[in-house]
């Protein structure tokens, strides 16, 4: 979930930060519209998915963008590592918190909603070290469900970067070992971050005509809605299902789904490609932009915070199913915790990378051998 850089064409920035913030408030609602918070009045069933695959793309686009003005693999991990440390540790701490004071208050409705409680701390620091999800385990920390993709998402930067930074034995070597490590569940969704890296490079060397750009704008959007309408997501999970089994699609948890989600991504990356070609058209005002930027920058606060918060304030207000006013207040304290504790989290990252690189820089012992990395 990187964030745009401001380097970028600003319209090209822009839109990418739109899109972020757009993926994030559809995964908010979307987990607002279960049941136990009372959102089944909320139409956005089964799409949830398909807002993460966005911000795998994004991740894609953003990585190796910024990763051709990171000098080296010590400075590229430190900056990844702050930046999902700086908002994944608090969000790990305010998950327990939360999840503490709504079982004392309604332990009744935790265990309705298949809280993992048990064994607490292995699962809360599996998920700080992206442990989470390596091969066949699903290690959810406690009620934060959100938090599965962080394990994919670290690990793709591990790759990328062994890919990226080294070269010959120490890159096959690293490749293999972290193959060895994340297992086949992983890499199955490994294709989708991989096709916002594609855009990064053939937005640079490919020239797209405006009339096909608008084409390769709009046509993912329809082709989208269509294949909702049509019920595709279920033709191909039955498929991959009658082909592998009951026992392996359970064990590939999220990733159960490839097929679908992959065609979200490539879906996804000729929207983006698109909009490139055809961005001259569009012009975002300051009073517009403005906006854009600072709800972006709260994406990963909003992804990882949500779904305890909802838990918390679902176990005090109770609400049915279908509770239209509790299911809006649930939804309404939870933004107001976000918009407080989001942007001093995400500002966090800055001295949190200055501490990682002073650490780093101690353990090797020099200077020049952390800029050797």
Not at 18 to 38: E, P
Not at 128 to 147: C, D, G, K, Q, T
Not at 189 to 206: D, E, T
């Amino acid at each position: 979930m990187g964030t745009a850089n401001a380097r970028l064409p600003q319209t090209s920035s822009l839109y990418l930060d739109f899109t972020r913030f757009l993926s994030a408030a559809i995964v908010f609602f979307y987990h607002l519209s279960y049941g136990g918070f009372g959102g089944n009045w909320i139409p956005l069933h089964h799409i949830g998915g398909d807002a993460v695959m966005v911000f795998f793309v994004l991740s894609g686009f953003i990585i190796s963008y910024t990763a051709e003005r990171e000098a080296n693999l010590s400075v590229f991990m430190i900056a990844r590592l702050a930046r999902l440390w700086s908002v994944a540790i608090p969000a790990l701490a305010l998950t327990v918190a939360a999840d503490t004071i709504g079982n004392l208050v309604n332990s009744d409705f935790y265990a309705a909603q298949s809280y993992n409680g048990d064994v607490p701390a292995l699962r809360l620091v599996a998920s700080a070290v992206f442990l989470n999800e390596i091969w066949f385990r699903s290690v959810y920390p406690l009620s934060n469900l959100p938090f599965w993709s962080i394990g994919y998402e670290f690990w793709y930067y591990v790759l990328f970067a062994a890919a990226f930074y080294l070269s010959g034995v120490k890159r096959n070597a690293a490749l293999v070992v972290t193959v060895l490590v994340v297992g086949p569940k992983i890499l199955l969704l490994f294709p989708i971050w991989l096709l916002g890296a594609a855009v990064y490079r053939l937005n640079q060397r490919v020239k797209v005509s405006e009339a096909a750009g608008w084409l390769m704008f709009v046509l993912p959007l329809l082709l989208y809605a269509g294949c909702v309408a049509a019920h595709l997501h279920q033709y191909l999970d039955q498929a991959t299902l009658s082909v592998i089994g009951r026992q392996w699609f359970d064990l590939l948890a999220n990733a159960n789904s490839f097929l679908w989600l992959n065609m979200i991504g490539i879906l996804v990356a000729i929207h983006f490609l698109g909009f490139f070609a055809i961005q001259h058209r569009f012009r975002f005002s300051i009073s517009v932009a403005n906006p854009i930027r600072l709800l972006a920058g709260c994406t990963l606060s909003c992804y990882l915070l949500h779904f305890p918060l909802f838990m918390l304030f679902s176990s005090f207000l109770r609400p049915n199913s279908d509770s239209v006013a509790l299911n809006l207040v649930i939804g309404a304290l939870a933004a107001a915790v976000i918009a407080i504790l989001g942007p001093p989290l995400e500002r966090s990252r800055y001295p949190l990378r200055s501490y990682l690189s002073e650490k780093a820089r101690a353990l090797l012992g020099s200077e020049s051998k952390f800029r050797a990395l």
